[in-house]
């Protein structure tokens, strides 16, 4: 079993930046493609970004342009650079890891927040 740790979640002002990373631990060996789902209050859990170990990636239309992922694959890491953040950003955002891309995982960190706001 794969465990993930998130870290970098925060308060910020609108047109700002933040940088969410995620690493997993543990027996990891079928993890193919890790990433960031995101649920704001009332709302769905929706992806946002995702990318493989061969470096594939996939961006929800409202964050493409303003969100980068990327990912190290020695360190098991995935890193979400946010910018140009927007109040419709906030939400609790949760590291997902599994074996496809477009699909979440069994494997979930515990979520970390994002305010937008001034």
């Not at 609108?14 to 543990?26: K, Y």
């Not at 027996?27 to 859990?45: E, L």
């Not at 477009?102 to 994002?114: A, C, F, K, M």
Request: hydrophobic share 35%.
């Amino acid at each position: 079993q794969a465990q993930l740790v998130e870290s970098g979640g925060g308060l910020v002002q609108p047109g700002g930046s933040l940088r969410l990373s995620c690493a997993a631990s543990g027996s990891a060996f079928d993890i193919y493609a890790m990433g960031w789902s995101r649920q704001a209050p009332g709302k769905q859990r929706d992806l946002v970004a995702r990318i493989t170990t061969g470096g594939s990636t996939f961006y929800s239309n409202s964050v493409k342009g303003r969100f980068t992922i990327s990912r190290d694959n020695a360190k098991n890491t995935v890193y979400l650079q946010m910018n140009f953040l927007e109040p419709d950003d906030t939400a609790v955002y949760y590291c997902n890891a599994g074996s496809s891309l477009l699909i979440e995982g069994d494997y979930w960190g515990q979520g970390t927040q994002v305010t937008v706001s001034s």
